[in-house]
């Protein structure tokens, strides 16, 4: 039979019986893949943390396996459960295009997979926390940027970006933000404030003193990054005299040095007495809103639909 008209399910059939390879013939299939190519050809499991946008030029159809965000954590939990050697070595495993394992013995766990055919001149789009490019993201990924945030700072992974800076950076120009984004935005500066405001009582109860305004942005990301989660700092970090180079987000205080607090300098980008005037900046940006702006549609995608696998 002709290779370009073998079945996608038969050859899907063929790839988890040999368990490697990428499993879809090739047109010369004396070419080996060469660089990238072997990577997009046969790619593991991966915790994607923001939206997503994949196209196929051209070649064979790709099958894509998807496990919906909802059970993200079910999904790690059974990984590790099954293959606990490789995430006591690496914890951040999942995010890294390393890892296979057979649809169907996550689905004999109780981790929900589903799965479609990509072809040749389609796109696919993942969704934040959706484990499956040019990412981007909406307004409802905020809080899930948040949370992802929290989740590299338990495994010690340095972020892409700041999180907190991106949130201060839209509540400074508010008129710029649809009505939707700008909700969002209000939000989170609400929530970011109030977590932001706690830290800082914390560590000023515990013995620190002295306090110095810095402009985090204006640093390389290297320079402001926590030494203990990799988080990148940018409305407030810790330092001490005794380590001039060496920082902390406030939720690792105690892990900067072994000097006393009362020692230590507490660094911070915007006073909180700031804090109420940005908030209201960014509600203003709602008040500011058109009709026609507070109605506007949203444009839609038009995409293949994905099948549940079944057991």
């Not at 951040?92 to 040749?120: F, K, S, W």
């Not at 072994?258 to 006073?271: A, E, F, M, V």
Request: with cysteine; hydrophobic share 35%.
């Amino acid at each position: 039979m002709p290779v370009h008209m073998v079945p996608t399910e038969l050859v899907e059939k063929e790839f988890w019986l040999q368990g490697s390879g990428s499993g879809f013939p090739v047109r010369d299939g004396k070419r080996r893949l060469l660089g990238d190519e072997e990577e997009y050809a046969n790619s593991g499991w991966n915790l994607n943390n923001i939206y997503s946008i994949n196209f196929l030029h051209w070649g064979e159809p790709k099958t894509w396996y998807g496990v919906p965000a909802s059970a993200a954590e079910k999904l790690e939990a059974v990984m590790k459960k099954l293959a606990p050697e490789l995430f006591d070595s690496q914890p951040d495993l999942l995010h890294q295009l390393v890892t296979i394992m057979n649809p169907n013995v996550l689905m004999e766990h109780g981790v929900p997979v589903y799965r479609t055919n990509q072809c040749a001149g389609e796109f696919v789009v993942t969704f934040p926390r959706a484990i499956t490019a040019v990412n981007f993201c909406t307004a409802d990924w905020l809080p899930m940027g948040r949370q992802c945030v929290a989740h590299y700072r338990r495994l010690h992974r340095y972020c892409v970006f700041s999180h907190e800076e991106l949130l201060c950076k839209m509540a400074a120009d508010p008129e710029s933000l649809d009505v939707e984004l700008a909700a969002a935005v209000f939000k989170e500066m609400g929530e970011m404030m109030e977590e932001e405001t706690k830290l800082r009582l914390a560590v000023q109860e515990k013995g620190v003193l002295s306090s110095e305004q810095e402009v985090f942005e204006l640093l390389p990301d290297d320079e402001r990054q926590c030494h203990k989660c990799k988080t990148t700092c940018f409305l407030s970090a810790l330092t001490c005299s005794c380590s001039p180079d060496r920082l902390v987000c406030l939720n690792h205080a105690a892990d900067l040095c072994d000097c006393p607090l009362g020692n230590k300098c507490l660094r911070y980008r915007y006073d909180l007495e700031e804090f109420p005037s940005m908030l209201y900046g960014s509600r203003h940006g709602l008040s500011l809103m058109t009709p026609g702006q507070r109605g506007s549609q949203r444009p839609w995608l038009l995409t293949r639909k994905t099948r549940r696998l079944q057991t």
